[in-house]
Every structure is written in structure tokens, then in C-alpha cells.
């Protein structure tokens, strides 16, 4: 089955510690995407990327770094300069990256903080 | 930047009722997109709308490209309807992401 998978679901760490969140997608897409939703407000962009050994910065990109080495993944790492990380990180891809494109989601990894 | 607004932020309605979600946005825009969040948090996309009206299944989705607003109807709802539904747009003819409303948080009582 075609889709995109995150891992993992659930995510704890220390104040302090980077971490990375995993995104996998086989839909043969060209363009990936990072977002992050908090309660009461809509999705931000973290990161995007076109293609292959690209990427861009998004609305809110302090404090998050990402690499696209291969087509199929797209990790985010959250580092420890990111000053409120607890959130749901959710993944996404699309055909060619265009703003018409459908979006394709995973199904999130929560990532708390402590 | 576009601004997205949407209306109700709630939602609370009997099984079979007509639902009727509201999103507006302030710049002119070249694609706009439904989506629906389940309570785990998976997104599922259901409609994109450069002009005019799609139906698929119970779900309609309109859009006024003058009045820069577009509607997302349910026709006989059900409980498994309940989700939050998510307005997005898109602007231009690049591939920067998408300017998320809100979401409108709708429950469907049996």
C-alpha cells in the first residue's frame, strides 16, 4: 500500500537533547513537507523540499534542521536551540510540489518534552 | 500573507442534520483545500478547489473567487463525521506550503 509513515507515534525527551522524527513516504513524490500543529492554531510550515538534496526553510524554522538525501525520506531533527518543542509534527508529501497538488499526510508524531 | 478564517470553531449537531463549514481568506489564491483531521490526529485530504464546486459522496465543497470564501457542506450527517475540519491555502505557483485555517471542530450527536 502506497502512504507515508512517521515514526514514532510518541515521543518523550529531556529538555536539551536533539531528536530526530522520522518520515518515509513510497507515493513516489518529489516535494515533502514538515509541519507543526499546537492546540488552538493552524498548521505551520517547518520545512520543505522539492527534490532530492534540496529543502527550504519554512514560517518557523529556528531551531529545526532536516535532510533529503533520498527521495523516499524526509527526518527532522528537533534541536535543542528549538525553545518550545512539545507539539505534533506531522509529515506530508506531494506529486510535484505545487500549491494545487493534493497533500498527502502521515499520521503524526507527538513529541513532549520534559 | 494570506490570513484564513474559518467559521464556527465549534460545532454541535444531531445525526441527519445539513452542516455548512465557512472559510475565508484575505489574497487571491490558486488552489484551496478541505481537509479532515481524525481525533488521532491523521489528516486526510478531501477536496482542492481553484473555482466553482466538487461533490464527493455526502461532502460538498464550494468556492467564490470574487467574494474570496469558500463553503464545505455535509449533507445527512452521521457520527463518524465528527472531526475537525481543516481550510488551506495556496497562493501563486510555487511550493512553499500551504496558509492553514484554524479548523472548525464539529461533533455529530446520534
Known amino acids: 500500500d502506497g502512504g507515508i509513515t512517521q515514526s514514532p507515534k510518541y515521543l518523550f525527551r529531556k529538555e536539551g537533547q536533539n531528536v530526530t522524527l522520522s518520515c518515509e513516504q513510497n507515493?513516489?513524490?518529489?516535494?515533502m513537507y514538515w509541519y507543526r500543529q499546537d492546540p488552538g492554531q493552524g498548521l505551520r510550515l517547518i520545512y520543505y523540499?522539492?527534490?532530492?538534496?534540496?529543502?527550504q526553510k519554512g514560517d518557523i524554522a529556528e531551531g529545526y534542521s532536516v535532510s533529503r538525501e533520498k527521495k523516499e525520506s524526509f527526518p527532522l531533527t528537533v534541536t535543542s536551540a528549538q525553545k518550545n518543542p512539545t507539539a505534533f509534527y506531522l509529515c506530508?508529501?506531494?506529486?510535484?510540489?505545487?500549491?494545487?497538488?493534493?497533500?498527502?499526510f502521515g499520521p503524526g508524531t507527538r513529541l513532549t518534552v520534559l | 500573507k494570506n490570513e484564513v478564517e474559518q467559521s464556527p470553531q465549534n460545532l454541535t449537531a444531531q445525526e441527519g442534520e445539513f452542516i455548512t463549514i465557512n472559510c475565508s481568506y484575505s489574497?487571491?489564491?490558486?488552489?484551496l483545500h478541505w481537509l479532515q483531521q481524525h481525533p488521532g490526529g491523521g489528516i486526510v485530504s478531501l477536496f482542492m478547489?481553484?473555482?466553482g464546486k466538487k461533490k464527493h459522496g455526502r461532502l460538498i465543497a464550494t468556492i467564490n473567487i470574487q467574494e474570496k470564501h469558500s463553503s464545505l457542506h455535509i449533507t445527512a450527517s452521521h457520527p463518524r463525521d465528527s472531526a475537525v475540519y481543516i481550510c488551506?491555502?495556496?497562493?501563486?505557483?510555487?511550493?512553499?506550503?500551504?496558509?492553514f485555517g484554524k479548523g472548525t471542530h464539529l461533533i455529530i450527536q446520534p
Open positions: 506530508a508529501s506531494s506529486r510535484q510540489g505545487s500549491r494545487a497538488d493534493t497533500q498527502y
Open positions: 489574497v487571491g489564491i490558486s488552489a
Open positions: 478547489l481553484s473555482s
Open positions: 488551506a491555502v495556496g497562493s501563486g505557483g510555487g511550493a512553499d506550503g500551504l496558509t
Open positions: 523540499s522539492q527534490i532530492v538534496n534540496d529543502f
Open positions: 507515493l513516489n513524490h518529489d516535494a
